[in-house]
Structure formats: structure tokens, C-alpha cells
T-cell receptor, first 114, second 111 residues
Framework: NAGVTQTPKFRVLKTGQSMTLLCAQDMNHEYMYWYRQDPGMGLRLIHYSVGEGTTAKGEVPDGYNVSRLKKQNFLLGLESAAPSQTSVYFC?????????????FGPGTRLLVL | AQSVTQPDIHITVSEGASLELRCNYSYGATPYLFWYVQSPGQGLQLLLKYFSGDTLVQGIKGFEAEFKRSQSSFNLRKPSVHWSDAAEYFCAVGNDYKLSFGAGTTVTVRA
């Protein structure tokens, strides 16, 4: 099993450009998450999904959109990138166990917005 | 609202010495508590988790953590640190599948 994979690993964007980050998991997990990691702030939840076709906002959703058309994939979109979105983005997935879920993380995508 | 505080931003420890990382949480109900480790350039890996029962939890790589409800703490310990333990460590609290992470503690191991 590959676990959780993220594409691309690194990307440089200019302000105003758009892009999509892809997360894929092969563990048949119901739940998927997108986080951003910034120095001194830990991980902050952007959006999450509790099943195919459903998404919800997390702690810092502004400027991002997501889609979960297939159970194994969770896409994070930036419609008009801003320098404040320079960050490391992590995707995670988990299987529902009544709140005791262990989240499995991908290796991250490093995004630089100029 | 749930939140986590990791008071130590950076800790340096000698190889073979003991390690303790502090974590304080704020949560309105019975918390589910987690410690994750992130090696340079990698994603996060679960070290251990606490849901209920025994307040001393054993994890992977020789780590353990103790839940103290009276102090709202969930400190991580390791009796003897190895050079491979150099990493960033995150404490997290959550329930209903949403986690709040602390800012992290970076551990440097010196020979």
C-alpha cells in the first residue's frame, strides 16, 4: 500500500495563478483532511471531508476550495494564489472509529507564492 | 473551543539522556490526545494516543505519555534518546475526528 500520496511535491506560483493539489489514499478511508503548516503555528485544518461527495470548512478555509468526487481522492484548489498561501500543505485520511481516529499523513506539498 | 499549548519551542538533549516534552490542552469534554512526530521533509507519524483508561500510554519507538486531568497535561517522555529521535513533535487534541495541533517542539540530539 502506498498510503497517502500527494501531488506535486513542490510548486512555485505567481500571485493570482491557480492550481490544484491532489491527495490520494489507498486505505479505503472515509475521512480526508487538508492542513497547512506554517512555522510556529503547527498544523491548521483548511477543509475536510467525511465521505465521497461531502466537504466542510475547517479552521482556515478562506482562499481554498475542495472536492471529493471519488472516495480515494481529495483535491485542494487555490483559485487566485496569494503570498499568504505560501506554506506546506499536508493531506491526511482516517477511518471512522467514533472519534478515536488515527490520521495518516501524506509527505506534504511545499508551495511558494511569489 | 479546543486548543493545545506546547511551551517549549526547541529542546536540545544529549544522546542517551532522557527527554520530556510538555503539552497542555484545553477541552470542554473528555479529550482524545495524540502525539505525532515529523522527521525533516516528511509527513506526520502517530507516536501514541490516549482515549480512556490507563493514564500512562505506551507508543512506538520507546515513547510514553502520561495523561493528567488535574493539570490538563499530556507530556511525552523517552528514557534514553537516540540520534534518530531528532525531529519535530506535535501534540494534538480532538474529538469527532477533528484535531487541533500545538505549534510543535523541535528536538535536537547532540552526540
Amino acid at each position: 500500500n502506498a498510503g497517502v500520496t500527494q501531488t506535486p511535491k513542490f510548486r512555485v506560483l505567481k500571485t493570482g495563478q491557480s492550481m490544484t493539489l491532489l491527495c490520494a489514499q489507498d486505505m479505503n478511508h472515509e475521512y480526508m483532511y487538508w492542513y497547512r503548516q506554517d512555522p510556529g503555528m503547527g498544523l491548521r485544518l483548511i477543509h475536510y471531508s467525511v465521505g465521497e461527495g461531502t466537504t466542510a470548512k475547517g479552521e482556515v478555509p478562506d482562499g481554498y476550495n475542495v472536492s471529493r468526487l471519488k472516495k480515494q481522492n481529495f483535491l485542494l484548489g487555490l483559485e487566485s494564489a496569494a503570498p499568504s498561501q505560501t506554506s506546506v500543505y499536508f493531506c491526511a485520511s482516517s477511518y471512522p472509529t467514533g472519534g478515536q481516529e488515527t490520521q495518516y499523513f501524506g509527505p506534504g506539498t511545499r508551495l511558494l507564492v511569489l | 473551543a479546543q486548543s493545545v499549548t506546547q511551551p517549549d519551542i526547541h529542546i536540545t538533549v544529549s544522546e542517551g539522556a532522557s527527554l520530556e516534552l510538555r503539552c497542555n490542552y484545553s477541552y470542554g469534554a473528555t479529550p482524545y490526545l495524540f502525539w505525532y512526530v515529523q522527521s525533516p521533509g516528511q509527513g506526520l507519524q502517530l507516536l501514541l494516543k490516549y482515549f480512556s483508561g490507563d493514564t500512562l500510554v505506551q507508543g512506538i519507538k520507546g515513547f510514553e505519555a502520561e495523561f493528567k486531568r488535574s493539570q490538563s497535561s499530556f507530556n511525552l517522555r523517552k528514557p534514553s534518546v537516540h540520534w534518530s529521535d531528532a525531529a519535530e513533535y506535535f501534540c494534538a487534541v480532538g474529538n469527532d475526528y477533528k484535531l487541533s495541533f500545538g505549534a510543535g517542539t523541535t528536538v535536537t540530539v547532540r552526540a
